[in-house]
């Protein structure tokens, strides 16, 4: 039944190894797109939730989606795949603030709040 695929569709590369090669592909994307930003703390507490870390699930699906069309899907999806991991990656940053989960630790390190102290600090004074 593992060997099955319903749709006629033959995998050409084992998911592991797609899984990697997404992954791969996602953070090198993400390190060329901050080597391009200046580093103000923005950027750098942006830079730190965002790479080293995580399964890239949504880029993955994204990807996976994109092989049903074409079989170069892996670069012409990658932009949007990795626009869907800087929403996901801003979303959890909101998840762990103080005001919602308060959380200490996120993909083995510190939360962007507590990592950038007086960045989160200014948002408090955002009314959010």
Avoid at 50 to 66: T, Y
Avoid at 94 to 112: E, F, I, Q, Y
Wanted: charged share 25%; hydrophobic share 50%; with cysteine.
């Amino acid at each position: 039944m593992a060997d099955t695929v319903l749709s006629g569709a033959k995998a050409t590369v084992g998911f592991d190894t797609a899984k990697a090669d997404v992954r791969g592909a996602v953070e090198d994307f993400l390190q060329r797109v901050f080597a391009d930003v200046p580093a103000t703390e923005v950027a750098n507490a942006a830079r730190y939730a965002v790479l080293g870390g995580g399964h890239r699930w949504r880029a993955l699906v994204a990807v996976a989606a994109g092989k049903i069309f074409r079989d170069d899907a892996l670069q012409l999806v990658l932009p949007a795949a990795c626009g869907v991991e800087l929403a996901h990656a801003a979303s959890l940053v909101l998840d762990d603030l103080p005001s919602m989960d308060d959380a200490c630790l996120r993909r083995g390190k510190p939360c962007t709040h507590r990592a950038f102290p007086r960045w989160a600090a200014d948002r408090r004074q955002c009314s959010w």
